[in-house]
T-cell receptor, first 112, second 112 residues
Framework: QKEVEQDPGPLSVPEGAIVSLNCTYSNSAFQYFMWYRQYSRKGPELLMYTYSSGNKEDGRFTAQVDKSSKYISLFIRDSQPSDSATYLC????????????FGSGTRLQVQP | SQTIHQWPATLVQPVGSPLSLECTVE??????LYWYRQAAGRGLQLLFY??????ISSEVPQNLSASRPQDRQFILSSKKLLLSDSGFYLC???????????FGPGTRLTVL
């Protein structure tokens, strides 16, 4: 079993829709959670960073972590064609070893 | 502001040839540095990380090696490439105090 699981998609939505992207994880020791956006043939770009459970909002993006169910979500409001990319969730233990454990990514397509 | 560079951007090499990929970071000092590999349609796999000059930790046994000759320079090498070494190689950095990692543009390596 992978430590961080993501549905690979593709997820296709019309422009303006609310998008929900999700990950589950198995290691209860994970403390920090991140969402990255990766355009084709580019390096990942950090979108959101959260610590422990709770919500964090930044513009059209909201990250949500539920440690009790080991569930991570990213919501995108008013989705745009420029949001079309692969979204990667990642988790980190927070101390000592700082390497991130990534999901395999969900490909999102926003149709104009 | 901090920037991270990788070169070359693309590389096509024959099996058995050597490899050297370079990563440099500007605008910060004593960063943690990471090498990841991303296979097609897959998540990122951590290969090496470094918390200081000459300090390298290997995550996955393989025919690759890493070196950190200067504070903001990280090099990924191989003496003899295998077909299975093909992939998208990403360098990342983080501040010693924080868990967010920031990625470079990547090097796409094809071994023929």
């Amino acid at each position: 079993q992978k430590e961080v699981e993501q549905d690979p998609g593709p997820l296709s939505v019309p422009e303006g829709a609310i998008v929900s992207l999700n990950c589950t994880y198995s290691n209860s020791a994970f403390q920090y959670f991140m969402w990255y956006r990766q355009y084709s043939r580019k390096g990942p770009e950090l979108l959101m960073y959260t610590y422990s459970s709770g919500n964090k909002e930044d513009g059209r993006f909201t990250a949500q972590v539920d440690k009790s169910s080991k569930y991570i979500s990213l919501f995108i409001r008013d989705s745009q064609p420029s949001d079309s990319a692969t979204y990667l969730c990642a988790a980190n233990l927070g101390t000592g070893r700082r390497a991130l454990t990534f999901g395999s990514g969900t490909r999102l397509q926003v149709q104009p | 502001s901090q920037t991270i560079h990788q070169w070359p951007a693309t590389l096509v090499q024959p099996v058995g040839s050597p490899l050297s990929l370079e990563c440099t970071v500007e605008g910060t000092s004593n960063p943690n540095l990471y090498w990841y590999r991303q296979a097609a349609g897959r998540g990122l796999q951590l290969l090496f990380y470094s918390v200081g000059i000459g300090q390298i930790s290997s995550e996955v046994p393989q025919n690759l090696s890493a070196s950190r000759p200067q504070d903001r320079q990280f090099i990924l090498s191989s003496k003899k490439l295998l077909l299975s070494d093909s992939g998208f190689y990403l360098c990342a950095w983080s501040s010693g105090s924080y868990n967010e990692q920031f990625f470079g543009p990547g090097t796409r390596l094809t071994v023929l």
